[in-house]
């Protein structure tokens, strides 16, 4: 039997941005990367694995915005490719506004991703 193809919902594009992660509960930051970002979700790397279901709040800071774009999201997987690697980190974002669903749209855009 052959796995299933992996299927999203929207495109995602690889980018190369430095973020700040926040968990509100534990209320703890992290320097983070995305690796690719798209309108329903974003990887990044991280030092520390984090369980799958875990709340966070990705803080992208950009020319093309006054201020941070919070994106709140959800934590899908958490996966170590290799031993020496930083931690992957599948995040599904929980778009609670269409403010900010457009502003990750405009930071798209700007950076030139085909959607």
Known sequence: ???APHFRAQARRK???QVLLRQQRKAWERD???V???LGGACLELGEPLAAGTE???EIRTPTLW???LLPGSVAW???LFIEAPFRLGVRFLHQNQASLLALFDLLGA???DL
């Open 67 to 69: 201020d941070p774009l």
């Open 15 to 17: 980018v190369e941005l």
């Open 1 to 3: 039997m052959t796995a």
């Open 78 to 80: 958490s996966r170590r």
């Open 36 to 38: 690719d970002l798209g």
């Open 56 to 58: 966070v709040f990705i």
């Open 111 to 113: 950076h030139g991703f």
């Open 32 to 34: 983070a990367r995305i």
